[in-house]
């Protein structure tokens, strides 16, 4: 037995987008004589990108509104994505290998246009379906967007595991009722019985989702 379905966060768990965020982060901020360092950064991975806006609003981009910074952000991330997204080391053969035995989906908390410039360089149906921000009433860390992924699988989001690099990420499939596989970067993810962390996609096989579906 192992779960019915996987979800997917992608912002720094499926694409190696984080360091692209940080540098359009840091473009706008320098403007204003403003460091954005990686503090700046602990605090906003995972979104939502509304809190992200008025976050630089409120530091030093004091003539700009939250929603402003967020669509120069969201059209500086269209042209990277477009023209280069990475994705994070395993991830591919990840995915892969999870699909073998129950259907994947992409869950983000990022506006459509942005995910769908990322799915362009993957292959047609490699995620069963995705959802961003733009697709629920509130997105991370509230628990509406698993929610939905569950409601489209049509199974019980207590029979679901999820892949994801935030706190807001996480909170947000806890809420949902959803296993957790953490794999974070800038920080520092608790143990819980649903909640297991690794170090990397390349740790996630089949016989680990096993052992963590049978230990709940």
């Known amino acids: 037995m ?34 954005w360092d990686d503090d700046d950064q602990r605090i906003c991975i995972g979104g939502p990108l509304s809190r992200v806006g ?13 929603p402003q910074v967020v669509q120069e952000l969201t059209e500086m991330m269209l042209v990277k994505l477009s023209t280069k997204a990475i994705l994070m080391p395993g991830a591919f053969d990840a ?60 199974v019980a989001t207590s029979s679901c595991v999820v892949f994801e690099d935030s706190l807001t990420g996480i909170a947000s499939a806890k809420s949902a009722g959803c296993a957790v596989v953490a794999v974070p970067h800038y920080v520092d993810v608790t143990l819980a ?18 052992k963590f579906h049978s230990a709940i």
Do not use: N
Request: hydrophobic share 40%; net charge negative; glycine share 2%.
């Open 95 to 154: 995915v892969e290998r999870v699909r073998q035995v129950m259907p994947v989906a992409l869950v983000s908390a990022s506006p459509r246009i942005l995910m769908d410039a990322a799915l362009t360089t993957l292959p047609k149906d490699f995620f069963q379906f995705s959802i961003s921000a733009d697709d629920v009433t509130r997105t991370k860390p509230f628990p509406d967007p698993y929610l939905e992924a569950a409601k489209r699988m049509g």
């Open 54 to 66: 008025d976050y630089i609003s409120d530091i030093c981009a004091r003539d700009m509104t939250g």
């Open 2 to 35: 192992t779960f019915s379905a996987a979800f997917f966060d992608m912002d720094g768990l499926f694409l190696d987008s984080e360091p692209q965020w940080h540098l359009s982060q840091q473009e706008i901020c320098a403007r204003y004589s403003y460091s």
């Open 193 to 210: 019985p649903k909640v297991r962390v690794v170090t990397s996609l390349e740790d996630v096989t089949l016989e680990f989702l096993k």
